[in-house]
């Protein structure tokens, strides 16, 4: 099954790829590499996801907030492959920021999120290494931000 034809079983709607709001790109390909620069998060209305975990938001509701986060990188990943997500060969590695309170402890069931849902979307092709990282703040006040490399044909 293609990667199209698992966004339509799913019924994922993937958002509009939004551009940079700094001195930065969307996206980068160097030879088969393609890095997506961190994806924050933002709900289907285009509202920003924001509050710390632990604090204004649950682990489920940041686990929600990464799963947003995945689908704006496969947005830009997309993007960068001119529309053809088979060019995708495997995912690489995602890197989770979690904006979090000093006690919470649960950063990877967070960006869970974003691989589970990379996952599902690209199959075998979508496991990868990652990192879950604590943060006392992330742009715009936001509660999770993700970044991704992938590996194209």
Known sequence: MSIEEKLNKYNIILPEPMDPVGSYVAS??????????GQISIDENGKLIKGKIGKELS???GYQAAERCALSIISQVK???NGELSKVKKCVKLTGYVNSIAEFTDQPKVINGASDLIFKVFGDSGKHARAAVSCNSLPLGVSVEVDALFELN
């Open 79 to 81: 993007k960068a492959c």
């Open 28 to 37: 980068v390909i160097t030879n088969k590499s393609l890095f997506i620069s």
């Open 59 to 61: 682990t489920e509701e």
